[in-house]
């Protein structure tokens, strides 16, 4: 076998242990948040696929440095099975949200999912500089939550959607909310001094994969009754193509991003690239 293919096989299999690792430090943290990760709604693929996206887009981190990431995108599904499946009422929707943003501003968590996040608030706070950048982590988990309560809003109401007013709502997603915790805790210099201009990188990626989770998860959301673009009226060729323009479009706003940080950048196209390989494949929607 030729050196570069053994070398190639080498990098795949750290990946994927790397993964492994991750998978493992994700179960104990189902088991330490009592009841907020129900056997019946999450299962071992869903800890595995998380932390393959994860690694695959940060293949040279530990998974020391992948802690938030994945521990973030792991909180933002618990966060989308209770609004989606447990909440019943607006006002309960609003009062989670709430809750949780009291949390990230220093309240004392109530309940598991408050805990959770307080837990990874205190983590993120033993990084140097998040003082400077809470108010970014702050505001973009504001903006999922309002997403999200307006999600589901649009079900209870049966709102009709335009394919432009469904993507103007890609935050309820929740995939820029765990970049940004992402890059406070372990970001270069330059990425963490221009963290405001990488989210709204991080936000076009996000639009991107919020289609890309539908298409891929469209039999189980019209089983559960949850929000879908091709539900919307919207032919798959229109989403199809959709997705083909946001990806080059987030293609272009990544590039710059390379010779300033290319870890970063990396970062953001195995973001794109990982999840449209294994979710198109695997049809399970991305978590975020």
């Known amino acids: 076998m030729p050196d570069h293919e053994v070398d190639e096989a080498f990098e795949l299999g750290r990946t994927c242990a790397l993964a492994a ?33 994860t690694a695959f887009s940060a293949p040279w981190a530990t998974a020391a440095r992948l802690k938030v990431a994945n521990r973030a995108a792991l909180w933002v599904l618990a966060v989308d099975r209770l609004v989606d499946h447990t909440a019943t009422t607006r006002e309960q929707v609003n009062r989670l949200a709430g809750e949780c943003l009291s949390v990230a501003d220093g309240a004392v968590p109530r309940s598991a999912v408050t805990r959770f996040l307080a837990d990874l608030r205190d983590e993120l706070a033993t990084v140097k500089g998040f003082d400077d950048l809470r108010r970014l982590w702050r ?36 995939s820029c909310f765990v970049d940004v915790s ?18 709204a990188v991080s936000r076009q990626v996000q639009r991107y994969l919020h289609l890309l989770g539908d298409v891929a998860s469209y039999r189980k959301d019209m ?10 009226g919207v ?9 083909a323009e946001l990806a080059r479009e987030a293609a272009a706003l990544i590039e710059p991003v390379r ?30």
């Not at 032919?235 to 997705?243: F, G, I, L, Y």
């Open 259 to 288: 010779a300033r940080s290319p870890r970063t950048a990396v970062y953001l196209r195995g973001r794109l690239g990982f999840n449209a390989g294994f979710f198109g494949i695997s049809g399970r929607g991305p978590a975020c």
């Open 182 to 199: 992402h890059w406070i805790y372990t970001a270069d210099d330059w990425a963490k001094a221009h963290l405001e201009e990488l989210r």
């Open 139 to 174: 505001d973009q988990l504001a903006r999922m939550l309002a997403g999200m309560a307006r999600a589901w809003v649009w079900r209870d109401t049966r709102t009709v959607l335009t394919l432009d007013g469904y993507l103007d709502n890609a935050d309820s997603r929740g």
């Open 21 to 53: 690792e991750c998978g493992r430090d994700l179960r104990r943290c189902a088991q330490m948040y009592s009841g907020l990760f129900p056997a019946t709604a999450f299962s071992a693929d869903d800890y595995s696929a998380l932390t393959l996206s």
């Open 223 to 232: 089983s559960w009754g949850d929000l879908n673009v091709l539900a919307l």
């Open 235 to 243: 032919s798959r060729a229109e989403v199809t193509e959709a997705m």
